[in-house]
């Protein structure tokens, strides 16, 4: 079946530090993929995606490039700020379905001042 | 802006009690979703409805039932709330685009619900 793994949480970081977030998936044929984002209290939003191979979608500095032949989509960003701080959750969408999401269990970041 | 909005951000219900979750979406999406956030298990997928009057159960379905009477309305239903089932609900919607590649889903605010 499809499946998503994040890398376990909780990370750290200092202000102004680089951010790396892992994903690698299981599915077969090319699923589309995406990156969300949870703010204390609220619901999910839609950080940035990407449907095809090699595909790079960015969004506020964030980035993640989607990489079939390590079945990755890694989320960076160069300067992390305090108001960056929030759980991030990795999803991915099944070949030919327009429905389902599969997401990660999600990582939470804390930037500190 | 697409909105999908959830009728309660905090709700606090006693066990064997009916409980109702309401979600609305002002886009006219075809997809709505009920998915349950709870620590280290991340989001799971309760049921899910393509159409009007259409469901289909999610991974989780067990102690609940939804209804899809209208396009924009999805509720979630609790026939008899237990202690375990105190979560934060998300309700989520999307649009079928052409060549049905998936474009993400829009979420709500999010329904965090206690039985005691």
């Known amino acids: 079946g499809n499946s998503v793994t994040q890398m376990e949480g909780p990370v750290t970081l200092s202000e102004e530090a680089f951010l790396t977030i892992n994903c690698t998936y299981t599915?077969?044929?090319?699923?589309?993929l995406f990156w969300y984002v949870q703010y204390p209290g609220e619901g999910l939003q839609l950080l940035l995606k990407a449907t095809k191979a090699d595909d790079k979608g960015s969004n506020k500095g964030f980035e993640a490039t989607y990489r079939k032949e390590t079945t990755s989509f890694h989320l960076e960003k160069g300067s992390v700020q305090v108001s960056d701080s929030a759980v991030y959750f990795c999803a991915l969408s099944p070949s030919g379905s327009a429905r389902q999401l599969t997401f990660g269990s999600g990582t939470q970041l804390t930037v500190l001042p | 802006d697409v909105k999908v909005t959830q009728s309660s951000r905090y709700l606090v219900k006693r066990t064997g009690e009916k409980v109702f979750l309401e979600c609305v979406q002002d886009?006219?999406?075809?997809?709505m979703f009920w998915y349950r956030q709870d620590p280290g298990l991340g989001l799971r997928l309760i049921y899910f409805?393509?159409?009007?009057?259409?469901?289909e159960k999610g991974d989780i379905p067990e102690g609940y039932s939804v209804s899809r009477e209208k396009k924009e309305r999805f509720s979630l239903i609790l026939e008899s709330a237990s202690t375990n089932q105190t979560s934060m609900y998300l309700c989520a919607s999307s649009l079928i685009r052409t060549g049905f590649v998936n474009y993400g889903y829009t979420f709500g605010s999010g329904t965090r619900l206690t039985v005691v």
């Open positions: 886009m006219d999406h075809e997809n």
């Open positions: 409805s393509y159409d009007v009057k259409m469901k």
């Open positions: 599915a077969t044929g090319y699923p589309s």
